[in-house]
């Protein structure tokens, strides 16, 4: 079994290995940049949050916005994150449609399998 597969089916795993520690630098990268980004140009930020996460488009998350991957976050049409959350998206974390988050939420899927809002 791979480390991602133990990883998806809740299983102690090490991520120092198959590439994730490139993609959580990657994904560091993107939201950073999200983070960094000026309120005055919200098409830019919609675009970041399009190529940071996992099929998600027509949401808004206010920065800044943390995570480990992005791409394991899939979050339904028309739901808002506010400020300063943390998903830890080791496994896949999937979000309903109109789903709002008020601020300094965590959400973390280290060790299960997944969790869905």
């Given at each position: 079994m ?8 809740g ?20 939201m ?10 919200p098409?830019?930020?919609t ?21 480990c991957y992005g791409?394991?976050?899939?979050i339904?049409e ?5 400020f300063?959350?943390?998903f830890i998206?080791?496994?896949i974390?999937?979000?309903?449609k109109s ?8 959400i ?9 809002i």
């Amino acid at each position: 079994m791979t480390m991602r597969e133990r990883i998806m089916n809740g299983k102690l795993f090490t991520d120092e290995c198959e590439g994730l520690p490139e993609e959580r630098t990657a994904a560091k990268i993107k939201m950073k940049s999200f983070n960094e980004s000026s309120p005055e140009n919200p098409a830019a930020r919609t675009k970041m949050l399009e190529e940071m996460l996992g099929k998600s488009q027509n949401v808004w998350i206010e920065p800044p916005f943390y995570f480990c991957y992005g791409t394991h976050i899939y979050i339904g049409e028309g739901s808002y994150i506010n400020f300063n959350c943390n998903f830890i998206d080791d496994g896949i974390i999937t979000i309903g449609k109109s789903v709002m988050f008020g601020s300094a939420v965590t959400i973390a899927t280290v060790g299960t399998q997944s969790a869905p809002i």
